[in-house]
């Protein structure tokens, strides 16, 4: 009994020491792919227009709040009318990865 919860634990343990890298390679993957760089900029800090956000760095509820609001229309002011069909096609699960990506990357 002993050696197989020593055994589950190990596993558990090697994958959270994988996680956090793979999170942080899918948040970029994901920014990349789902074109967040055409308007914020490759880094996510230095947007191609000054009426785009600095996304990295922000609180992850912020930038959840933001992305979740802006797809469903709950926020339509500003820019959201380019950033809704964007949102379109990001899942929630993809949002909090995103969001958690961009505000680590500022720390």
Request: proline share 6%; net charge neutral.
């Amino acid at each position: 009994m002993t050696g197989k919860l020593t055994k589950m634990l190990a596993v558990v343990g090697l994958s959270a020491a994988f996680a956090a890298p793979a999170f942080a390679a899918d948040g970029q993957v994901l920014y990349e792919t789902k074109g967040c760089a055409a308007c914020h900029g490759a880094d996510g800090n230095t947007p191609t227009a000054p009426i785009y956000p600095k996304l990295v760095g922000q609180p992850v509820q912020y930038l959840v709040t933001q992305m979740t609001d802006i797809k469903s229309g709950a926020r339509n002011n500003g820019m959201t009318a380019v950033m809704k069909p964007i949102m379109a096609n990001v899942s929630e699960a993809e949002i909090a990865v995103l969001a958690q990506w961009l505000s680590e990357k500022g720390e």
